[in-house]
T-cell receptor, first 116, second 112 residues
Framework: NAGVTQTPKFQVLKTGQSMTLQCAQD?????MSWYRQDPGMGLRLIHY???????DQGEVPNGYNVSRSTTEDFPLRLLSAAPSQTSVYFC???????????????FGSGTRLTVV | GDSVTQMEGPVTLSEEAFLTINCTYT??????LFWYVQYPGEGLQLLLK?????DKGSNKGFEATYRKETTSFHLEKGSVQVSDSAVYFC???????????FGQGTELSVKP
């Protein structure tokens, strides 16, 4: 069981470039989320999805887009990278409302992004 | 909206010392509460959880009790080890479907 797989693990971008962070889960989880982790600020929710075709904004959505065309995949797109988006990004998934309440989210190992 | 507040770190302890990391929350209704642990260079792992008031979650010698009267979920361990050095996050899942809300994290460093 692979769990939650994130690619790439490391990425350096120039300001203004675009890219997609990939996230895939093989647990048939209904819920998926993207978080960013910055020193002293914990994890902040960027976007989340409660099922295929359904997405919503979290706490810090500006500069990011998501889509959920399949249950397994939840890519995060940076439209025009800025130095303020330098961070570690985590994708997570859960079985759904009951699963989230009972088990929380399962996390990927993260993508470390640097924007220069 | 829902929120979680943790004690600030870093916390530095000697091996075999007693650990407490405070966590308080604000939420409507009856959220589920979690502690996650993040070892250096890794993702977050679920450490323990509690889904209703007065529940005690426990794992690997760590414990936390869901106290609704004080809206708290403090993490404790009786005797820490060097291998417990990590960042610990308190989190809640409330009525805002699909969201897990995190505290800012507390870094723990255990010295031999």
């Amino acid at each position: 069981n692979a769990g939650v797989t994130q690619t790439p693990k490391f990425q350096v971008l120039k300001t203004g470039q675009s890219m997609t962070l990939q996230c895939a889960q093989d647990m048939n989880h209904e819920y998926m989320s993207w978080y960013r982790q910055d020193p002293g600020m914990g994890l902040r929710l960027i976007h989340y999805s409660v099922g295929a075709g359904i997405t919503d904004q979290g706490e810090v959505p500006n500069g990011y887009n998501v889509s959920r065309s399949t249950t397994e995949d939840f890519p995060l797109r940076l439209l025009s990278a800025a130095p303020s988006q330098t961070s570690v990004y985590f994708c997570a998934s859960s079985y759904g409302a009951g699963g989230l309440r009972d088990y929380g989210y399962t996390f990927g190992s993260g993508t470390r992004l640097t924007v220069v | 909206g829902d929120s979680v507040t943790q004690m600030e770190g870093p916390v530095t302890l000697s091996e075999e010392a007693f650990l407490t990391i405070n966590c308080t929350y604000t939420a409507t209704g009856y959220p589920s509460l979690f502690w996650y642990v993040q070892y250096p260079g890794e993702g977050l792992q679920l450490l323990l959880k509690a889904t209703k008031a007065d529940d005690k979650g426990s794992n690997k010698g760590f414990e936390a009790t869901y106290r609704k009267e004080t809206t708290s979920f403090h993490l404790e361990k009786g005797s820490v080890q060097v291998s417990d050095s990590a960042v610990y996050f308190c989190a809640l899942s409330g009525n805002q479907g699909g969201k897990l809300i995190f505290g800012q994290g507390t870094e723990l460093s255990v010295k031999p």
